[in-house]
């Protein structure tokens, strides 16, 4: 037995500000082009495509069904699957719309 404070909780859905430095490069760079961001377990792709992921999705926006609307309007996301994981491709498609966010 050892008396110690437990370390701090895991954060879920990996680590925000990766995904932020991620999308602010594509959005910042490389408009319009497809990024291999890396490899994760099925279903990752997912998650993202319906908002789960804050990086993706502006500020405060809370709704789900905002978030899945706004993921359909302004990213591009598709898998290639391999094995127990998948390659997770990401566009930037959003910037020209007048959706409130971009202009
Ligand atoms: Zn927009």
């Known amino acids: 037995m050892d ?6 909780p895991k954060r879920g859905r990996g680590s925000t500000s990766k995904w932020k430095e991620i999308t602010r490069i594509l959005k910042t760079k ?11 377990s099925n279903g990752v792709a997912t998650q993202i ?7 993706f999705v502006p500020d405060g926006m809370e709704l789900t ?22 390659d997770i491709y990401i566009k930037w498609i959003g910037g020209d719309c007048t959706c409130g966010y971009c202009t």
């Open 65 to 86: 069904a905002s978030r899945i609307d706004y993921m359909q309007r302004h990213w591009e996301i598709t898998t290639r699957r391999k094995g127990q994981s998948s």
């Open 30 to 40: 490389y408009p319009g082009q497809f990024a291999l961001v890396g490899s994760y």
């Open 49 to 55: 495509r319906q908002g789960k992921y804050a990086a």
């Open 3 to 8: 008396i110690t404070d437990p370390p701090p």
